[in-house]
């Protein structure tokens, strides 16, 4: 049997089953939001949301995200960013709007933030910023 007939076939339900699991997965909708497709978090890009922070099991929290975790730097989107934005703002520094977007604006928020509590200034959230961040 000739080489070409066993590999063009296969080739081609290489290539079917890869097309059908992008359209099983809906990876057309991602609109940029990183890898999760924000209609399974309810995120909107460049919608502002309010920031309610209050004391919860002795950290701050404003109710967009648990984390303590998650590394934001610039071109993040999401909830992390928001509870981000809400945090500095209950800090007294002014990210912009809490819409999400990890803008120069936000960075710099960020980096007066670390300087303030004498962190590393990177205007990178990671760990250690979080932890103040929920102080």
């Not at 919860?56 to 934001?72: F, I, K, V």
Request: charged residues 25%; glycine residues 12%; neutral net charge.
């Amino acid at each position: 049997m000739p080489l070409g007939r066993v590999l063009v076939p296969a080739a081609l339900a290489v290539a079917v089953a890869f097309v059908a699991g992008l359209l099983v997965a809906g990876a057309w909708r991602n609109e940029g939001s990183g890898a999760t497709d924000p209609s399974a978090t309810g995120y909107r890009r460049g919608q502002a949301y309010a920031c309610e922070v209050r004391r919860e099991d002795g950290e701050l929290r404003a109710g967009h995200s648990p984390t303590r975790e998650m590394l934001l730097d610039i071109n993040s989107t999401g909830f992390d960013v928001v509870e981000t934005q809400c945090l500095l703002r209950e800090h007294g520094i002014d990210p912009g709007a809490a819409d999400g977007l990890y803008s120069e604006r936000t960075k710099e928020a960020v980096k007066r933030f670390q300087k303030e509590r004498r962190l590393v200034v990177d205007g990178i959230v990671g760990p250690n910023t979080w932890r103040e961040l929920r102080r």
